[in-house]
C-alpha cells in the first residue's frame, strides 16, 4: 500500500519510514522540499501520488522556539494540518491519516494525580501546545464529517538521533562530551524535578505503524509508558553509564516550572495489543551512544 509521509527528514520519521519500507509500504516522504501550510502543493502531491495512507509529523516540535516564534510554529502546526487534512478529503478521500498530535496538549497534572486519558481536558500552556491542541480539534471535525482520521497524542520519546533541543538528548551530548574529555565536567541543566512518561522512539513508530491497520478505530490515542520518570534521575542515569560526576548548573535560560506528564495508553493496548517494550535504561543507552558517535566525528 502506499503510504505518504509528512516532515519525513525529522527524528521520528528518520525511525518510521524505514519501518514501514521493511512492512512492505510503498513510501513517499516529504520534508522542507514540501511546504506543508501551502494548500497548492500539498494538493499536488496528494494527487501526485494517491496515498492509501498519510501520516502527518510534520512540525515545528520545540516548545522553547515556540515561545520566540510563535507565527511559524502556528502556521507549521495547525495551518499546516487544516491544509494537509483538506487535501486528503478532496483527493485521498479513503485514506487513513495519522494525526500525530502531543501530550502537551494535556498541560500538567498536579502531583499525585491518574495518569492523562484521551479524555483528560486539554490545557495547552504553551504556543507549541496550543497549536497542536487546534490541529488535534480539528482532525476530529475531519473525522466527524467522515474522514477516516486517527489523532494519537505521544507522551516524551527519545532515542539515538535526537537533536538536542530536548532534554534528554541534551543531557546525553554533554555527557558524551565531557567522557569524551572535550568539556569541562559541568552540566547546565534547567528543571530537574519535572516528572515525565518517556517512551523509546521504536515503541513510537510501533504505535504509529500498528495504528495505520484499517481494523484499528479512529478516534483519539495516547501513546504512553504509564510511567513517570524524574529528569533528574534521567540525567544521574545518563551520569552514571558514563562513569562520571560533573558538577551540576541551573541555566535559567532552561528553567520551566515544575510539571508532571504522565499518561495512560489503555485504548491503544486493547484496539492494537502495543505496548511499550524498550526498557528505559537501554533507550538512555542508545541516545549516549549516538552522541557518542556524534562527538568522536566532531
Known sequence: MRVLVTGAAGFVGGHLVPRLEAEGWTVTATDCEMDVADPAAVEARVEQVRPEAIVHLAAQSSV????????LTYRVNYVGTRVVLEAARRMAPEARVILVSSADVYGSAPPGARPFTEESPLRPRSPYARGK??????????????????????FNHTG??????????????????????????????????????????EDVVDAYAQLLGRDVPTGVYNVASGAGVRIGDALKSLCELAGIEPRVEV????????DIAVGEARRLQTETGWEPRVPFDQT???????????????
Do not use: M
Not at 491542541?133 to 505521544?154: C, M, Q, S, T, Y
Open 284 to 298: 538512555l543507552e542508545q541516545l549516549l551512544g549516538g552522541w557518542r558517535e556524534r562527538i568522536s566525528a566532531a
Open 133 to 154: 491542541a487546534a490541529a488535534d480539534l480539528l482532525g476530529g471535525v475531519f473525522a466527524a464529517r467522515g474522514l477516516d482520521v486517527v489523532r494519537v497524542r505521544p
Open 251 to 258: 541555566n535559567p535560560d532552561y528553567f520551566r516550572p515544575t
Open 160 to 201: 539515538r538521533g535526537q537533536t538536542d533541543v530536548f532534554v534528554l538528548a541534551s543531557f546525553a551530548r554533554q555527557v558524551a562530551a565531557i567522557e569524551a574529555g572535550k568539556r569541562e565536567p559541568l552540566l547546565r541543566v534547567g528543571n530537574l524535578d519535572s516528572v515525565r512518561d518517556f517512551l523509546d522512539i
Open 64 to 71: 522553547a522556539l515556540s515561545w520566540q516564534e510563535p507565527e
